[in-house]
Structure formats: C-alpha cells, structure tokens
C-alpha cells in the first residue's frame, strides 16, 4: 500500500538525461529520461504546461501503440542516440505525464550501443546515491520495474509504418505563423527573405511591419520551442527575486525570474536558452530553473526596471584615499560574533559612511554568500592612537584579490563620540591629500 501511495504521489522523477520526441506535424518535445534498458526507456513530461492545442496534439501522438522517432539526449555515455519507439504506456500524474517506449527496429550498432551505456548509467545512479548533490533538483522517484517487466502483450497489431529519413528539427517561425493561420505563406516567405537580406531576426521583421502582434509571436515561438508561456503584464516582481539573479546575466539572456517555488525558480525569457545558459543561470541562483516564454518587449521592460530599481545610488559621503590599521571581526546585524578570531586590516579609503579595507580572507563562506547573509563586521578604526573609532558595519562586498581581500563596508551604528573622531580622520585624509605633491604628466 506504501509503494502504490508513492506512485501515485505526482512527485516529479529524477533525470538520467532528456529525451527528445519527433513528429512530423508538431514541435519536437522534450522530455525529461527517467529509465533506460537495452530494449526500451521512460520518461516523464509536464503536457499541462504546453499550450492547450499543442499539449492535445502531443497526447494524440503518444496513444499506445503508436511509432515515432526518440532521441536520447544529454546522456553522458550516449551523447545523442536516434532510434525508433513504440508508445507502449502514457500514465497522467497530478504533476506530469509518465510515458514508456519500446525500441522498435534496432541495428546492431544501436544495440551494442546501449549495452554499453545501460551497466554504466546504472554504476552512476548507485554512486549518486552514496553522495547526494547539495543542490538536488528534483525529488527522487520511487523505483520501477523495467520496461522489460510489463504484463504480457496482446496480440500483436497490425504492422506500423515508420517516418523514414532523419528526425524534423524545429520548423521556422514563418511556417508555425502560416499553420498558425496568422500568416499566408507569400508573406512568411517575403519576411524570411529580408530577414536574410537584412541579418535582422524574422520576428523582428514581422513585428515593424505589423503583420503579426507581439502576442501572437509569443504564441508561435512558445509552439516553435515546445516551452510554456507567461504573462509578463500581470507579474510584479518582488525585492527578493529581483536580486536572485545578476543584473548581467540577466540581460546577456534576456531573461527575468517571476516566481519562486522554493526548490526551483520560473524565469521568463524572450527566446529559447541554449542548455549551458540555463546551468549557468543554475549556478548563480544555486536552484533549479523552469524555463518560461514571454514577449520580448516586455521582457525588456522589465529589464528597464530592475536597472532603476537596482541601480547604485550617488555616494552619500566622500571617499578619501588613508590608511589607517583596523581590527575587525565578523557578526551579525545586532553585535553577535559569528567567529572567535579577530582580523588585521588597513583602510584603502575612508568616508564618514564607510571604509574600503584591505584585509586577510574570510573563512566563512563564499564572498556572495557572506554578502547574501548580510554578515556585518565589527571595526576599531585606528586602535591605540587618540582617534579610535569603534563602528557596526554592513558588508556591501567582499572581492579576492591574490591571498588578501578588499572588503567594502558600510557604517550601520555608531557613538556619536565615535563618530567624531572617525570625522577627524577624515579630515586628516583630506589636509594629508591636498599636501602630496602633483604627479607629474
């Protein structure tokens, strides 16, 4: 009974790989390689998130029983296998569609092939399971019997006739557009010819001359891509997810993230990411990512509003060039020491708002994640002399450079006695400065 609860629980199952599903009327869709055997494999999909017409199509396609061209993709050992399947299972979960195949038809070499990789990808999972990745992505999938596992068959059906010649890959938008009905075809051809003429992107064309609406693009890109759709004019971002991400990868994709799931983060983008933007995009944001298409004009304003939301501030206080000694130790917000061991440093600079220091590395953890923590640091300013400050700063940034680091801080509190003599130091800065000689052209 436990094991019939898991199984029914819609917990998305954990990726060997991706699988990729060709016909030859319909966008290829991806889907997620949950298992592989030498004669057949499954895999899990999220039909619910396509558009509703597309998501059909597919659900027609995949009926038991029916052929069509696999590709085994992101797979370690295989690289990139073609073959033929049967559908010979499509099972609606809560949360994705669970779908098994039979290999139809396999040449020897493919065979070989997948004798070889079947034993190796099991070796991994075992691995894998010894030592878990600190960032998993996805729950792991209660154990299933394999393919070769199933009930006894029927009697078989009638012979099935198989696409021939290679795979179609992703048709272009000018024919998405024309099945779409929103274009005829004289006119996606007349597009693509000045988009070719021009180096301009055939979307950008349709858009400027008016014969298509940024929704309806929208609509024939996500089509194009197999992606799900969002609606940027409804979404607010909040302060938490506009600082997920850098401003600069951001706009390098020409992306945006909308929604926070805990264990993975929904980002809207204007086109289709190449898989290593997307790990990329992983990495900065230590979670997984759902991946969302979204008109690009309104990504783009978007972008234009984080910029002013993010953008840095004029300073408040001058900054001048001293250097003074200081002893620091890192705490949190209300004094609390986060270490025993206290830190020698010099200023670069100081200001009556805060200091540069240069000062030995942190043990703490990586500088974003000290920075995402709001780790804050307390500073003796020029200890032992008749000018020491004692201060409560925040840590703005924290950049390696060699075996030290230069630490940007920002005062939180201080006395105002305190605040007083770090103003006479300033000022010591400033007298010290106007007096250096002029550096020769």
């Known amino acids: 009974m436990a094991e019939a609860q898991k199984q029914g629980s819609g917990q998305f199952p954990e990726s060997r790989g991706s699988l990729r599903l060709f016909s030859q009327s319909l966008p290829d869709l991806i889907c997620m390689l949950t298992h592989l055997s030498a004669t057949g494999c499954r895999a899990a999909v999220r039909l619910q998130y396509l558009p509703a017409e597309l998501s059909e199509q597919w659900r027609a396609v995949l009926a038991p029983q029916n052929a069509l061209r696999v590709r085994i993709e992101s797979h370690s050992t295989l690289g990139a296998l073609e073959l033929d399947a049967l559908c010979v299972r499509m099972a609606q979960t809560p949360r994705h569609c669970e779908l098994e195949f039979r290999f139809h038809l396999l040449t020897p070499a493919q065979a070989a092939l997948l004798a070889r990789a079947v034993p190796a990808m099991q070796d991994a999972d075992r ?42 890959q992703f048709r272009r938008i000018g024919e998405v557009l024309v099945q779409m009905g929103k274009l005829r075809t004289e006119q996606a051809e007349e597009a693509a010819s000045r988009a070719r003429a021009s180096g301009e992107k055939l979307g950008q064309i349709l858009l400027r001359t008016g014969l298509v609406s940024p929704s309806v693009l929208c609509r024939a890109l996500a089509l194009q891509a197999g992606l799900p759709m969002t609606d940027l004019e409804a979404e607010e971002i909040p302060e938490t997810l506009a600082k997920l991400l850098p401003l600069s990868l951001m706009a390098r994709y020409e992306c945006v993230p909308f929604d926070d799931a805990g264990a993975f983060v929904c980002i809207a983008v ?46 408040l206080h001058i900054r001048y060039e001293a250097s003074y000694p200081v002893e620091y130790q890192f705490c949190t917000r209300q004094g609390v020491l986060a270490e025993q061991s206290s830190h020698q440093g010099t200023t670069l600079n100081i200001s009556e708002g805060g200091f540069l220091v240069d000062g030995p ?50 005062i939180l509190s201080a006395s105002a006695e305190d605040r007083r003599r770090l103003k006479e130091l300033c000022l010591q800065a400033i007298r010290a400065q106007a007096n250096r000689p002029p550096v020769p052209d």
């Open 270 to 315: 204007a086109n289709a990411l190449p898989p290593e933007a997307v790990k990329e995009l992983e990495r900065a944001c230590h979670k997984h990512i759902e991946v969302f298409l979204a008109r690009e004009d309104l990504i783009r304003k978007e972008l234009q509003a984080l910029r002013r939301r993010l953008e840095i501030p004029p300073r």
């Open 127 to 168: 691995a894998a399971a010894v030592e878990a990745a600190p960032h998993a992505r996805f729950a792991t999938a209660p154990e299933l019997p394999p393919p070769d596992a199933t009930p006894p068959r029927r009697a078989p059906p009638a012979p099935i006739r198989l696409p021939s010649g290679p795979a179609k």
């Open 361 to 410: 590395p942190v043990g703490l953890g990586t500088p974003e994640e000290l920075v995402r923590i709001g780790l804050c640091a307390s500073i003796v300013v020029a200890p032992g002399t008749p000018h020491e400050s004692r201060v409560l700063c925040r840590m703005k940034s924290l950049k390696p450079q060699g075996d030290r680091c230069a630490i940007s801080l920002e």
